[in-house]
Nanobody
Framework: QVQLVESGGGLVQAGGSLRLSCATS????????MGWYRQAPGKQRELVAQ?????????ADFVKGRFTISTFRDNAKNTVYLQMSSLEPEDTAVYYC?????????????WGQGTQVTVSS
């Protein structure tokens, strides 16, 4: 079982920056993709950015070059970062980390508990 622990959320003024971190633990299962999602009140959870094991990155259109996703692997531990800059009040949401392992053809998804990001105007 893979556990994900997120950190780095908080309150920031518009135009500011935050760096989110998410570390895996509990299993040596190979992680194929890690990503960040967010969910604002009353809205569906949406993809923010994801990165594959081969370092292919994918960003949501609303990121507009403001966010950067990266990873660090150390043996069985994977850490994914989301560097967020030029934050806007519309970025306020709970940010969730997700890790995916593909076993055969079966995708196994693991989620973190979420970290609150609040951007004040």
């Amino acid at each position: 079982q893979v556990q994900l622990v997120e950190s780095g959320g908080g309150l920031v003024q518009a135009g500011g920056s935050l760096r989110l971190s998410c570390a895996t633990s509990g299993s040596s299962l190979r992680i194929d993709t890690m990503g960040w999602y967010r969910q604002a009140p009353g809205k569906q959870r949406e993809l923010v950015a994801q990165i594959t094991r081969s370092d292919i990155r994918n960003y949501a259109d609303f990121v507009k070059g403001r966010f950067t996703i990266s990873t660090f692997r150390d043996n069985a531990k994977n850490t994914v970062y989301l560097q967020m800059s030029s934050l806007e009040p519309e970025d306020t949401a709970v940010y969730y980390c997700k890790a995916r392992s593909v076993v055969g053809v079966l995708p196994l998804d693991y989620w973190g508990q979420g970290t609150q990001v609040t951007v004040s105007s």
